[in-house]
């Protein structure tokens, strides 16, 4: 079965400082991992994806992510944060050879000036 | 431009009147699915399809129905709303792949529904 958990609901960063979001999954079989982005009243936009090829997965606007198998974890993470970075992150987890995708429940960054 | 829609995005109704929330994209993408989000919860899924009159339930499907007649269309149904299904409602697509793997999900601006 699979399942996925973003261990903080609510993170704060200052403006220019690293940003890390953490989720942990549960899967079955291979995984594809996502990081999707929420901004106030906005729908959902693809960050990046893991879907089996390199481990580092470079996304958007200087987000990256790493699959660990090991630690069954897929952070997010961003040299700098910006003010415009503020939204709600949500880590996603497929197993192959399904069509069900398993959402966190999110984690809230804010970006402090 | 690539897109996909969702009608109305904005719905108050009573319980027990029967609605339907249209979804619609351009994409020729196999795969469809709707999502609830709710505060805490994160998005669920209510169900997919995986192509035409090829539909299966997700994680919440109790009180929705789906149907997949054309490639670009997949309306979500609720034939006796309860207040408990008041929530934001999202669509979205994406390419199938052979390999088992998953493409993006492109999604839809969203429905707010609110039942009395």
């Known amino acids: 079965a699979q399942s996925v958990t973003q261990l903080d609901s609510h993170v704060s960063v200052s403006e220019g400082t690293p940003v890390l979001l953490r989720c942990n999954y549960s899967?079955?079989?291979?995984?594809?991992l996502f990081w999707y982005v929420q901004h106030p009243n906005k729908g959902l936009q693809l960050l990046l994806k893991y879907t089996s090829a390199a481990t580092l997965v470079k996304g958007i606007n200087g987000f990256e992510a790493e699959f660990k198998k090991s630690e069954t974890s897929f952070h997010l993470t961003k040299p700098s944060a910006h003010m415009s970075d503020a939204a709600e992150y949500f880590c996603v987890v497929s197993d192959r050879g399904t069509y069900k995708y398993i959402f966190g429940t999110g984690t809230r960054l804010k970006v402090l000036a | 431009e690539a897109q996909v829609t969702q009608n109305p995005r904005y719905l108050i109704t009573v319980t027990g009147k029967k609605l339907t929330v249209t979804c619609s994209q351009n994409m020729n993408h196999e795969y469809m699915s709707w999502y609830r989000q709710d505060p805490g919860l994160g998005l669920r899924q209510i169900y997919y399809s995986m192509n035409v009159e090829v539909t299966d339930k997700g994680d919440v499907p109790e009180g929705y129905k789906v149907s997949r007649k054309e490639k670009r269309n997949f309306p979500l149904i609720l034939e006796s709303p309860s207040p408990n299904q008041t929530s934001l409602y999202f669509c979205?697509?994406?390419?199938?792949?052979?390999?088992?793997?998953?493409?993006?999900?492109?999604f839809g601006p969203g429905t707010r529904l609110t039942v009395l």
């Open positions: 979205a697509s994406s390419f199938k792949t052979t390999s088992g793997g998953h493409n993006e999900q492109f």
């Open positions: 899967s079955s079989y291979s995984p594809s």
